[in-house]
């Protein structure tokens, strides 16, 4: 089938929008090839000490014959379940590597912090700009410059996205995501909700709460529901910087372990000195970041892909926003239910069809660009196969077949609704993304009064004192990059939805985020202008009556226009200081909003490559 319309014309406009910014990054990442740090530019000493540790075999290949050498960026720890196997990861990569004539080094590593542990606690402040600090440590491993092509071992989060935003600074090599794969499932995640909303209310005690918990994430892998750790996963798939089929394997199972081999086989392939090079600047196009935004509607993925998306993008010189999503969100059908959007998870979401399943859909449907360049050989009709264990232990690839569930995957001519996952609202309260795909159909319009609160603190005392047992528009301020680093405010929901299933009409409006599972809630996110900048949800008081509207894309306070332009802005509370927070005081002030990706390093480094732009194009050393 031909190209949906709407898909070639949103495309069309990013690539003008963005015609002198990734004309520049492309003319830097020809100029980091020719001209820029690589092993056969350095010295006797520079090989020297990169070498010392290595052995014997590895020394001659890496000095004298200059065989492909790939480097790992690695975010191990064995605190984070999804982490964890990582460890085991480098010494197999090394074999792997040498059995195709090639040598592999920890290049370097970057920390990964858990939004699961640190969900409603001072450390939150930190989440997302680590996403910064994880970029900025890719690009110092590979600033040793020994590297033909670059391994990303992360999963999570906003870990992902920052291996992504730095390894694209180096995008004159290649470089492939390597997933560790999800945990076996746990707890039925109805039955978690249910006990969380229990204790909520004061029906069960802290000892049964953690039993569930416990009871949910058991083990090594990824969480299972579909948040933003796995929205990653298929971000990564649709972007062609995985390997087809990767993205939900179990952990430690034969298969995963095949793919990992076959991932660093095809990697040294596509190396700068391997067979078929593919450097990221040229995989990571508009097309590519196109055919993600068409996934993220697809699978109704985590909404806080309306901030790493674009911060992806930034990083190649590719400018996209939230009018790019929602034009998009209104052609591509919802055709996955998983949770939070339904009861099952990754693994049975993975054993119904799949990514591969979705892709064909989405494929056959018109709404990919099929010529989008991937990793893979054959592009991203490679990505609509299943991928099996061969006779021979390794991996082997068939067709995609139809789901085998239809409430849980569907085809895109019977979808679960006619258009994507997340919409965009708007009105006189700003701008923001809300999850539709989470979301009851009788709940997708909100009218009720507001209630103003600076904190999740405050919200959840509230509620335990029975002031939100009536319909109300919850307005949470002050959650914005700058005002505290955008903490994600999930533990809202299980208070929130208390009141919702007795009957209330509920709904959540924050200049925050919510986590990628974020559920049955009404919630509309990321509003900008944000309220420490003086945008408009500084300017609701107790009791406005608030319209929240997924079917027309409103989001409105019902004031008197006259009265609304004359008030003043509400100014939050700034909390700066506490476990770590005061140290990303510079990231603060300098953060742009969540549409364009609230990273503040980005958005430093175009304002000084806009001021050396002609001196880049010209292959001026900078």
């Not at 948040?227 to 939900?248: C, I, K, V, Y």
Request: charge should be neutral; glycine fraction near 10%; hydrophobic fraction near 40%.
């Amino acid at each position: 089938m031909s190209l949906n319309s709407v898909v070639e014309s949103v495309t069309s406009r990013i690539i003008e929008r963005s015609k002198t910014s990734r004309r520049r990054y492309l003319t830097l990442m020809e100029r980091n090839r020719e001209k820029g740090a690589d092993r056969s530019r350095l010295t006797c000493g520079n090989l020297a000490h990169a070498v010392a540790a290595s052995s014997a075999a590895d020394k001659q290949e890496l000095v004298f014959e200059q065989r492909p050498n790939l480097g790992i960026i690695t975010t191990y720890n064995d605190m984070l379940s999804a982490h964890e196997p990582y460890g085991r990861y480098p010494e197999q990569m090394k074999v792997f590597a040498r059995e195709v004539g090639a040598t592999a080094q920890v290049a370097g590593g970057a920390p990964a912090m858990c939004d699961g542990v640190t969900q409603g606690q001072e450390g939150m402040d930190l989440s997302l700009f680590s996403r910064d600090v994880i970029a900025q440590s890719t690009a110092v491993g590979l600033s040793h410059a020994m590297y033909d092509g670059v391994a990303l071992l992360g999963i999570c989060d906003k870990i992902v996205p920052g291996l992504l935003m730095g390894a694209l600074r180096f995008g004159h090599l290649p470089g492939m995501l390597i997933p560790s794969g999800p945990m076996t499932s746990g707890l039925p995640n109805k039955e978690k909700v249910r006990v969380r909303q229990l204790y909520v209310q004061g029906k069960i005690g802290k000892d049964e709460l953690m039993k569930a918990e416990m009871a949910s994430y058991h083990s090594e892998g990824t969480c299972t529901f579909y948040g933003t750790a796995n929205t990653n996963q298929m971000m990564a798939e649709f972007l062609g910087l995985m390997m087809p089929d990767s993205s939900f394997i179990p952990v430690d199972t034969p298969l995963r372990q095949a793919m990992t081999r076959a991932s660093v086989h095809r990697l040294v392939e596509i190396s700068n000195k391997g067979k078929n090079p593919r450097p990221m600047a040229e995989v990571v196009n508009e097309k590519a970041i196109v055919n993600a935004i068409v996934g993220l509607m697809a699978t109704g993925g985590s909404t806080n892909h309306t901030i790493h998306i674009p911060a992806v993008a930034r990083a190649a010189g590719i400018i996209v926003n939230w009018e790019d999503f929602a034009e998009l969100s209104a052609v591509v059908p919802t055709l996955c239910k998983v949770y939070p959007s339904g009861p099952s998870d990754v693994n049975k979401f993975n054993e119904v069809g799949g990514l591969p399943t979705v892709i064909s859909e989405l494929s056959s449907a018109g709404l990919l660009h099929r010529d989008a360049p991937t990793i893979s050989e054959n592009g991203l009709d490679d990505y609509a196969k299943r991928a099996l264990m061969g006779n021979d232990k390794n991996v082997v690839y068939t067709p995609a077949k139809p789901s085998s569930d239809l409430e849980i995957l569907r085809g895109a001519k019977e979808p679960f609704h006619p258009v994507g996952g997340i919409q965009l609202l708007q009105g006189n309260l700003g701008r923001g993304v809300y999850k539709s795909s989470a979301v009851a159909d009788n709940l997708l319009t909100i009218e009720a009064p507001a209630r103003v609160f600076q904190s999740q603190t405050a919200v959840k005392e509230a509620q335990k004192a029975g002031e939100l047992h009536r319909d109300v528009v919850v307005i949470v301020i002050g959650q914005g990059p700058r005002g505290n680093g955008m903490p994600e405010l999930h533990n809202l929901i299980p208070s929130l939805g208390v009141e919702l299933d007795q009957g209330f009409k509920i709904a959540l409006v924050t200049d925050g985020r919510l986590s990628g599972a974020s559920g049955k809630v009404p919630a509309v996110v990321h509003v900008g202008p944000e309220a420490q900048v003086g945008g408009p949800l500084a300017k609701v008081r107790d009791g406005d009556v608030i319209r929240v509207c997924a079917r027309t894309g409103k989001l409105e306070a019902l004031v008197d226009e006259k009265e609304w332009a004359a008030r003043t802005p509400t100014k939050p509370h700034r909390a700066t200081a506490g476990t770590g927070r005061e140290l990303f005081a510079l990231m603060r002030e300098a953060a742009p909003s969540a549409e364009e990706g609230a990273s503040p390093m980005l958005f430093m480094m175009d304002r000084e490559l806009e001021e050396i732009g002609d001196d880049v194009e010209k292959g001026t050393e900078v």
